[in-house]
């Protein structure tokens, strides 16, 4: 089997037969549809057998439900092909996307991982009630060092990994912007999929052990954001549901309050560094870096209507006098000024446009699939 497709999904019914319709619809044979059925109480047992007359689709249903990262290994544990994709069940795949990612394994002699853009999708509802929905031509801003890169160096996706501990991200943490040989997993300390975020941590462990890395600027599915997408949960003041949804959770000393992505990165990259004391020496994560971050979060909160001044003022009482140093140091943080300049020229009247910034307004167009069609009819279709 060439590729395996995981499809972990917990009370995604609204969106799943898109998904899935959007991967089963391909003219490719050499793959499978592997869907791990997380004892979901909605209608999505219904959504996949509404497809079981279609042989490449494996179905895999967990009597009682078990945390993100467990029903993760559960697909990837019930899958067998030598490459593999992770989608959500609110994510979409491009038309043509097993071709086009087999010419690009041809090309450069099979590496182990293939990086690409995708298009961003923010349906209806997932933001405050946004009654539209809106899209951005590129999920990911990739910085100047991947201009027309093909292999990615083993230095290059070190200086990646070490950023990652001054809470700079340069590549997607998203998996499914990063297509996966089965080899390279099996290399992972502990296995690849770890919590709190197990994309995250994967990655990261992949950009260290994985022999050959290739990217390519070019848009391969659309990433979606719903109403059960984290992001939902953070900038509709519902963190602590989000994650109970997802079962995680994260704790460290001098943990601040604010958005749980900037903590539970903390949480693996402690993990990352423990699983690779050698690799990973004089590294160290950044405190002055996750309290910027936290503090820039705490505002994004306030502007999206997730956070009150009230709630501001308490969490800055939180920060001890080393922290306020830390802040006060910002102004010799080029990234600092980079976020104060976006949020000096944005709007709080549209969260959405605040918070995704390039986004843009959707008319006629009312699900991912319908999104979808609307792309890759464009001439322009795939380029980021």
């Known amino acids: 089997m060439k590729f395996s497709v995981l ?26 549809l592997v869907v791990s059925d997380n004892a979901n109480t909605d209608e999505t047992p219904a959504v996949i057998g509404s497809f079981a007359g279609d042989a490449r689709l494996k179905t895999v249903r967990l009597a009682a439900p078990v945390c993100v990262t467990d029903n993760w290994n559960c697909a990837l544990r019930a899958s067998s092909g ?46 405050n009630g946004n009654m539209q929905s809106y899209y951005k031509e590129a999920f990911f801003k990739f910085d100047r060092d991947f201009d027309g890169k093909g292999v990615i160096s083993p230095e290059m996706r070190f200086a990646i990994v070490r950023d990652m501990f001054r809470f700079r991200n340069r590549i997607p943490l998203n998996m499914q912007t990063t297509l996966i040989a089965r080899r390279a997993a099996s290399r992972i300390v502990g296995g690849i999929f770890q919590p709190p975020f197990p994309d995250h941590y994967a990655l990261n462990s992949l950009l260290l052990n994985a022999n050959t890395w290739v990217y390519v600027p070019e848009n391969l599915l659309v990433v979606g954001v719903s109403p059960k997408s984290f992001g939902h949960f953070v900038y509709s003041d519902k963190q602590d549901e989000g994650k109970k949804y997802l079962g995680i959770e994260s704790d460290f000393d001098g943990l601040l309050p604010g958005i749980e992505l900037n903590n539970c990165m903390y949480v693996w990259l402690t993990r990352l560094k423990a699983n690779y004391k050698d690799r990973l020496a004089g590294v160290t994560i950044s405190r002055a870096a996750y309290v910027r971050r936290q503090v820039h979060s705490w505002y994004l909160q306030y502007r999206s209507g997730a956070a009150s001044m009230g709630q501001l003022v308490k969490w800055a009482r939180l920060l001890s006098f080393t922290d306020w140093l830390y802040l006060v140091s910002s102004v010799f943080d080029k990234p600092s000024w980079q976020r104060l300049g976006r949020l000096l020229r944005s709007s709080k009247k549209n969260t959405i446009q605040y918070v995704w910034q390039g986004a843009l307004p959707l008319e006629n167009i009312s699900n991912i699939k319908e999104f979808a069609g609307w792309v890759s009819s464009r001439p322009s279709a795939g380029k980021s």
């Open 7 to 32: 499809l972990p999904t917990r009370n995604g019914g609204r969106f799943l037969a898109d998904c899935i319709a959007s991967i089963l619809e391909q003219p490719y044979s050499d793959m499978e």
């Open 82 to 127: 030598d490459y593999l994709l992770m989608m959500g069940d609110d994510d979409c795949l491009l038309p043509g996307y097993f071709q086009r990612v087999e010419r690009i394994l041809d090309q450069y002699g099979n590496p182990d991982c293939i990086t690409y853009n995708a298009y961003s999708y923010v349906a209806q509802g997932s933001i």
